[in-house]
């Protein structure tokens, strides 16, 4: 049995069970989790629902849900964008979307210890991480898409490379721990990390959306000063005080995902009472049964999208319960605790020298 993470004074192991089941409510039989009732699932927030579910020990829900994926990948290793009970609604390829198992499946096995489930997985997994590499820029972004009639679309997306940055670290520990060799991972992360922590003109410009704000952080690609001064200087610019993270600069709505997903980056970089605060502000959202809105706009109070409480804003609200309360074995995941670090490069381009990757202290890569 898994202990339930809980924070003290804001939510208990109750709260927060009764969050991941407000998830598992939803999950349809053949494993797929929709946003919200009769809505669509993406395979990224599919994912981040999925990490909940194994965070609260649900581990037949998890694991319906990561089969769902095994079920549902395309001969590419791709996934399309959105799926619906009765089939696609969105056949766009993101690239983002492609890589996320690998964090999934990571997490999976650091709460269980099941290196035998992630051995199965792992098929998937690098399918899905070679098809997210093929689209990788000589100046290491990673291109954000490809349209459904197959056109590729050139430019890079900072948030969905720095997700893919953090899923690739996941992804080399799964392949460290399960005895494959695979050194363009490696070389592919470095050249990720150095095109997101020093050339912004990689991406196309997002500014104004909160998660190109942390997502460099949160990813691990940033860290330090560079990291600390990037959320001082934009922290008016984003945080609604007493409410939480707006979604984008230019309105007060704010949204309990972008609110969590900044807990984690806090966390992260030791901000520790800053991300509590946060993460209560964000209990505004909750709702009796567990389940949050998905955002709400100020003044007025009013959700939005109206009404909709969405699944993957509880798993969200759940890591982060669990990343404050450092509960669960894998509370430390979005801390790149266990995580490989990427190789330092100075020269993104490719074929450069390279001494071998770092680990992570004491990561041996072995099983």
């Known amino acids: 049995m898994r202990i339930v993470p809980g924070v003290p004074g804001v939510l208990s192991p109750a709260d927060v069970a009764a969050t991941a089941r407000s998830i598992a409510e939803l999950q349809r039989p053949d494993g797929m989790i929709p946003w919200f009732p009769g809505g669509h699932c993406d395979p990224w927030n599919h994912v981040e629902s999925a990490m909940a579910l194994t965070t609260c020990g649900l581990d037949e829900e998890a694991d319906r849900a990561y089969q769902w994926l095994v079920d549902t990948q395309l001969p590419d290793g791709s996934w399309f964008n959105y799926y619906l009970a009765t089939g696609v609604k969105d056949a766009r390829l993101d690239t983002n979307v492609c890589a996320y198992l690998a964090t999934g499946a990571w997490h999976r096995y650091v709460s269980t210890g099941d290196a035998d489930g992630l051995a199965r997985l792992w098929p998937t997994l690098a399918a899905g991480v070679d098809f997210v590499l093929r689209w990788q820029k000589l100046d290491g972004a990673v291109r954000w898409s490809l349209d459904p009639s197959g056109v590729l679309e050139e430019y890079a997306l900072l948030t969905g490379s720095s997700s893919i940055y953090h899923s690739l670290r996941c992804a080399i520990a799964a392949a460290e721990l399960l005895g494959h060799e695979r050194p363009d991972w ?25 998660m190109d704000w942390y997502y460099p952080i949160l990813s691990g690609a940033m860290e330090g000063p560079a990291a600390h001064a990037r959320i001082d200087d934009s922290w008016e610019a984003f945080v609604l005080e007493g409410r939480g993270v707006r979604c984008v600069s230019t309105g007060e709505w704010v949204t309990a995902a972008e609110t969590a997903e900044c807990v984690l980056t806090l966390d992260a970089l030791g901000r520790d009472a800053e991300a509590l605060e946060l993460f209560t502000w964000a209990q505004g959202l909750r709702n009796e049964d567990g389940s949050y809105w998905t955002g709400m706009v100020y003044p007025e109070e009013a959700t939005y999208p109206p ?16 990343a404050l309360s450092r509960t669960t074995p894998a509370s430390g995941l979005f801390r790149g605790e266990g995580l490989p670090h990427h190789l330092d490069l100075t020269q993104p381009a490719p074929g450069v020298p390279v001494e071998p990757a770092l680990r992570a202290p004491g990561s041996s890569g072995a099983p």
């Open 186 to 210: 490696e070389l592919a992360a470095g050249r990720l990390a150095h095109a997101l922590a020093h050339a912004p003109g990689a991406f196309a410009p997002k500014v104004e959306f909160a």
């Open 307 to 322: 009404l909709e409480r969405s699944t993957y804003t509880a798993g969200a609200i759940v890591l982060a319960a669990d």
